[in-house]
Protein backbone atom coordinates (compact mmCIF):
# COMPACT_ATOMS: atom_id res chain seq x y z
CA UNK A 1 0.00 0.00 0.00
CA UNK A 2 1.15 3.50 -0.94
CA UNK A 3 0.16 6.97 -0.72
CA UNK A 4 0.58 9.74 -3.22
CA UNK A 5 0.05 13.06 -2.01
CA UNK A 6 -1.24 14.90 -5.12
CA UNK A 7 -1.16 18.60 -3.35
CA UNK A 8 -0.28 19.76 0.14
CA UNK A 9 -1.34 23.38 0.09
CA UNK A 10 -4.20 25.64 1.64
CA UNK A 11 -7.56 26.77 -0.44
CA UNK A 12 -5.12 29.69 -1.56
CA UNK A 13 -2.19 27.31 -2.85
CA UNK A 14 1.30 28.19 -3.04
CA UNK A 15 2.36 31.13 -3.72
CA UNK A 16 -0.79 33.18 -3.78
CA UNK A 17 -2.21 35.03 -6.53
CA UNK A 18 0.23 37.83 -7.14
CA UNK A 19 3.50 35.66 -6.66
CA UNK A 20 3.11 35.44 -2.87
CA UNK A 21 5.11 33.54 -1.50
CA UNK A 22 4.96 34.89 1.98
CA UNK A 23 7.78 33.02 4.28
CA UNK A 24 8.00 30.15 1.55
CA UNK A 25 11.64 30.14 -0.13
CA UNK A 26 10.45 30.53 -4.22
CA UNK A 27 13.52 28.67 -5.29
CA UNK A 28 12.55 25.17 -3.12
CA UNK A 29 10.06 23.22 -5.28
CA UNK A 30 8.78 21.56 -2.84
CA UNK A 31 7.24 25.12 -1.78
CA UNK A 32 5.26 25.64 -4.95
CA UNK A 33 1.75 23.84 -3.21
CA UNK A 34 -1.55 23.48 -5.31
CA UNK A 35 -4.69 22.38 -3.16
CA UNK A 36 -5.05 19.52 -0.97
CA UNK A 37 -5.93 15.73 -2.69
CA UNK A 38 -3.81 12.26 -2.25
CA UNK A 39 -4.56 8.93 -4.01
CA UNK A 40 -4.32 5.41 -1.56
CA UNK A 41 -3.07 3.01 -3.97
CA UNK A 42 -3.05 -0.99 -3.17
CA UNK A 43 -3.12 -3.77 -5.41
CA UNK A 44 -3.55 -1.82 -8.37
CA UNK A 45 -6.49 0.13 -7.13
CA UNK A 46 -6.75 3.75 -6.61
CA UNK A 47 -9.08 5.34 -4.03
CA UNK A 48 -8.80 9.52 -4.62
CA UNK A 49 -9.46 11.83 -1.77
CA UNK A 50 -10.77 15.08 -2.95
CA UNK A 51 -11.43 16.45 -6.56
CA UNK A 52 -8.99 19.72 -6.00
CA UNK A 53 -8.93 22.41 -7.82
CA UNK A 54 -6.32 21.30 -9.43
CA UNK A 55 -6.73 17.88 -9.98
CA UNK A 56 -6.11 17.40 -13.65
CA UNK A 57 -2.74 18.81 -13.51
CA UNK A 58 -2.27 16.47 -10.57
CA UNK A 59 -3.09 13.62 -12.32
CA UNK A 60 -0.98 14.97 -15.51
CA UNK A 61 2.29 15.18 -12.79
CA UNK A 62 1.55 11.64 -12.08
CA UNK A 63 0.87 10.17 -15.04
CA UNK A 64 -2.47 8.90 -13.55
CA UNK A 65 -4.82 8.23 -16.16
CA UNK A 66 -7.26 5.54 -13.86
CA UNK A 67 -8.90 5.94 -10.68
CA UNK A 68 -11.41 2.76 -9.01
CA UNK A 69 -13.25 5.25 -6.21
CA UNK A 70 -13.25 8.69 -5.19
CA UNK A 71 -13.61 9.72 -1.58
CA UNK A 72 -15.03 13.29 -0.50
CA UNK A 73 -14.01 14.33 2.91
CA UNK A 74 -16.46 17.77 2.59
CA UNK A 75 -17.83 19.81 -0.37
CA UNK A 76 -15.51 22.67 0.25
CA UNK A 77 -14.37 24.09 -3.20
CA UNK A 78 -10.85 23.40 -2.44
CA UNK A 79 -11.91 20.05 -1.84
CA UNK A 80 -14.19 19.69 -4.51
CA UNK A 81 -14.10 21.77 -7.72
CA UNK A 82 -11.82 20.01 -9.78
CA UNK A 83 -15.14 17.62 -10.12
CA UNK A 84 -15.03 18.03 -14.13
CA UNK A 85 -11.84 16.73 -14.63
CA UNK A 86 -13.31 13.12 -13.32
CA UNK A 87 -15.08 13.38 -16.81
CA UNK A 88 -11.85 11.87 -18.33
CA UNK A 89 -11.64 9.22 -16.13
CA UNK A 90 -15.27 8.16 -17.46
CA UNK A 91 -13.94 8.74 -20.95
CA UNK A 92 -11.42 5.91 -20.59
CA UNK A 93 -13.38 3.51 -18.19
CA UNK A 94 -16.95 3.68 -19.94
CA UNK A 95 -18.95 3.42 -16.71
CA UNK A 96 -19.36 5.93 -13.64
CA UNK A 97 -16.87 5.98 -10.78
CA UNK A 98 -17.85 5.38 -7.41
CA UNK A 99 -18.22 8.21 -5.11
CA UNK A 100 -18.54 7.95 -1.63
CA UNK A 101 -19.13 10.59 1.16
CA UNK A 102 -20.84 11.65 3.63
CA UNK A 103 -24.88 12.21 3.14
CA UNK A 104 -24.99 15.94 3.70
CA UNK A 105 -21.71 16.03 1.27
CA UNK A 106 -23.21 13.90 -1.45
CA UNK A 107 -26.36 16.57 -0.96
CA UNK A 108 -24.25 19.75 -1.52
CA UNK A 109 -22.19 18.04 -4.37
CA UNK A 110 -25.24 16.87 -6.30
CA UNK A 111 -26.80 20.48 -6.14
CA UNK A 112 -23.99 21.93 -7.59
CA UNK A 113 -22.72 19.50 -9.51
CA UNK A 114 -25.83 17.79 -10.96
CA UNK A 115 -25.12 16.57 -13.94
CA UNK A 116 -22.02 14.53 -12.58
CA UNK A 117 -24.45 12.67 -10.46
CA UNK A 118 -27.18 11.98 -13.18
CA UNK A 119 -25.86 13.52 -16.30
CA UNK A 120 -28.77 15.48 -18.95
CA UNK A 121 -28.52 16.76 -21.87
CA UNK A 122 -27.33 13.68 -23.91
CA UNK A 123 -24.55 13.75 -21.00
CA UNK A 124 -24.08 10.61 -18.90
CA UNK A 125 -23.12 10.71 -15.44
CA UNK A 126 -19.65 9.82 -14.59
CA UNK A 127 -20.23 9.29 -10.76
CA UNK A 128 -22.92 7.07 -8.90
CA UNK A 129 -22.66 8.36 -5.55
CA UNK A 130 -22.44 6.33 -2.27
CA UNK A 131 -23.21 6.89 1.23
CA UNK A 132 -19.69 6.56 3.50
CA UNK A 133 -20.87 4.76 6.26
CA UNK A 134 -18.46 4.41 9.41
CA UNK A 135 -16.88 0.99 8.16
CA UNK A 136 -17.00 -0.51 4.89
CA UNK A 137 -14.84 -2.15 2.11
CA UNK A 138 -13.53 0.18 -0.93
CA UNK A 139 -11.70 -1.16 -3.61
CA UNK A 140 -10.01 -4.35 -1.10
CA UNK A 141 -9.56 -2.38 1.79
CA UNK A 142 -11.23 -1.59 4.86
CA UNK A 143 -11.90 1.71 5.34
CA UNK A 144 -13.56 3.74 8.22
CA UNK A 145 -14.39 7.16 8.83
CA UNK A 146 -14.87 9.59 11.91
CA UNK A 147 -16.82 12.96 11.34
CA UNK A 148 -13.96 16.04 12.77
CA UNK A 149 -15.04 18.92 13.80
CA UNK A 150 -14.10 21.93 11.00
CA UNK A 151 -14.99 25.07 12.78
CA UNK A 152 -18.97 25.48 12.40
CA UNK A 153 -18.91 22.62 10.06
CA UNK A 154 -17.80 18.41 9.83
CA UNK A 155 -15.27 16.79 7.76
CA UNK A 156 -14.63 13.13 7.29
CA UNK A 157 -11.31 11.42 8.62
CA UNK A 158 -10.22 8.75 7.30
CA UNK A 159 -8.43 5.26 7.81
CA UNK A 160 -7.61 2.50 5.16
CA UNK A 161 -6.06 -0.83 6.50
CA UNK A 162 -5.10 -3.61 4.10
CA UNK A 163 -2.68 -6.09 4.49
CA UNK A 164 -1.20 -5.06 8.29
CA UNK A 165 -0.81 -1.50 7.00
CA UNK A 166 -2.70 1.48 7.94
CA UNK A 167 -3.26 5.08 6.38
CA UNK A 168 -5.17 8.15 7.92
CA UNK A 169 -5.93 11.16 6.32
CA UNK A 170 -7.20 13.49 8.91
CA UNK A 171 -7.24 17.31 7.04
CA UNK A 172 -9.70 20.22 7.89
CA UNK A 173 -10.12 19.58 11.26
CA UNK A 174 -10.24 22.35 14.36
CA UNK A 175 -10.30 20.15 17.04
CA UNK A 176 -9.26 16.96 18.61
CA UNK A 177 -11.77 14.20 19.16
CA UNK A 178 -11.73 11.27 21.40
CA UNK A 179 -13.22 9.32 18.52
CA UNK A 180 -10.28 10.20 16.15
CA UNK A 181 -7.85 9.36 18.78
CA UNK A 182 -9.62 6.07 19.07
CA UNK A 183 -9.89 5.46 15.25
CA UNK A 184 -6.50 6.63 14.25
CA UNK A 185 -4.71 5.17 17.36
CA UNK A 186 -1.03 2.61 15.92
CA UNK A 187 -1.56 3.81 12.59
CA UNK A 188 1.77 3.33 10.34
CA UNK A 189 1.17 6.70 8.45
CA UNK A 190 -0.89 9.93 9.58
CA UNK A 191 -1.41 12.60 7.00
CA UNK A 192 -2.25 15.66 9.08
CA UNK A 193 -4.29 18.73 8.38
CA UNK A 194 -1.62 21.68 9.26
CA UNK A 195 -2.50 24.83 8.05
CA UNK A 196 -0.41 27.47 9.90
CA UNK A 197 1.96 27.81 13.16
CA UNK A 198 -0.84 29.77 14.99
CA UNK A 199 -4.63 29.11 16.16
CA UNK A 200 -6.97 29.27 13.47
CA UNK A 201 -10.46 28.54 13.98
CA UNK A 202 -10.90 25.82 11.44
CA UNK A 203 -7.35 24.45 10.70
CA UNK A 204 -5.00 22.84 12.60
CA UNK A 205 -1.98 24.35 13.83
CA UNK A 206 1.76 22.63 13.85
CA UNK A 207 1.31 22.12 17.31
CA UNK A 208 -2.23 20.67 16.57
CA UNK A 209 -1.38 18.43 14.19
CA UNK A 210 1.96 17.25 16.28
CA UNK A 211 -0.53 16.48 18.98
CA UNK A 212 -2.85 14.45 17.18
CA UNK A 213 0.53 12.13 15.94
CA UNK A 214 1.17 11.95 19.64
CA UNK A 215 -2.10 11.53 20.87
CA UNK A 216 -2.78 8.53 18.08
CA UNK A 217 0.87 7.04 18.24
CA UNK A 218 1.15 7.38 14.95
CA UNK A 219 4.09 5.26 12.91
CA UNK A 220 5.47 8.56 10.95
CA UNK A 221 3.15 11.96 10.27
CA UNK A 222 3.37 13.90 6.74
CA UNK A 223 1.91 17.16 7.31
CA UNK A 224 -0.32 18.81 4.79
CA UNK A 225 -2.96 22.23 3.93
CA UNK A 226 0.09 24.06 4.68
CA UNK A 227 0.08 27.66 3.75
CA UNK A 228 2.36 30.20 2.42
CA UNK A 229 3.66 30.61 6.46
CA UNK A 230 5.57 27.37 6.59
CA UNK A 231 8.46 26.85 4.48
CA UNK A 232 9.56 23.63 4.02
CA UNK A 233 13.35 23.50 4.82
CA UNK A 234 12.56 25.39 7.76
CA UNK A 235 9.80 22.40 9.13
CA UNK A 236 12.01 20.28 8.10
CA UNK A 237 15.33 21.50 10.23
CA UNK A 238 12.55 22.07 13.70
CA UNK A 239 10.25 18.72 13.21
CA UNK A 240 11.13 15.34 14.64
CA UNK A 241 12.26 12.43 12.39
CA UNK A 242 8.93 10.99 12.45
CA UNK A 243 7.17 14.01 11.03
CA UNK A 244 7.79 15.82 7.86
CA UNK A 245 6.05 18.30 5.73
CA UNK A 246 4.34 16.95 2.94
CA UNK A 247 4.94 18.19 -0.89
CA UNK A 248 3.37 18.15 -4.00
CA UNK A 249 3.61 14.70 -5.77
CA UNK A 250 5.72 12.58 -2.46
CA UNK A 251 5.33 9.13 -2.76
CA UNK A 252 5.24 7.37 0.41
CA UNK A 253 5.44 3.70 0.29
CA UNK A 254 4.36 2.09 4.25
CA UNK A 255 6.60 -1.02 4.04
CA UNK A 256 9.14 2.05 4.78
CA UNK A 257 6.80 1.33 8.22
CA UNK A 258 5.86 -1.80 8.55
Not at 17 to 36: E, F, K, L
Not at 156 to 169: I, P
Not at 215 to 223: K, M, N, P, Y
Not at 241 to 255: F, H, K, R, T
Request: contains cysteine.
Amino acid sequence: MKAILLGSGTSGGVPRIGNDWGACDPQNPRNRRSRVSMIVEHARQRILIDTSPDLRNQLLAQDIAALDAVIWTHDHADHAHGIDDLRAIYHRSRKPLPGYGRSYALQSLSSRFDYVFVGGDGYPAIVAPIDLQDDLDICGLRVRCVDQPHGPVLSTGLRFDADGMSVVYATDFSTITDDMVGLYAGCDLLVSDCLRYEKHPTHASVDMARELAARCGAGHTVLTHMDKSLDYATLCAELPNDIEPGYDGLVIDLSRYA
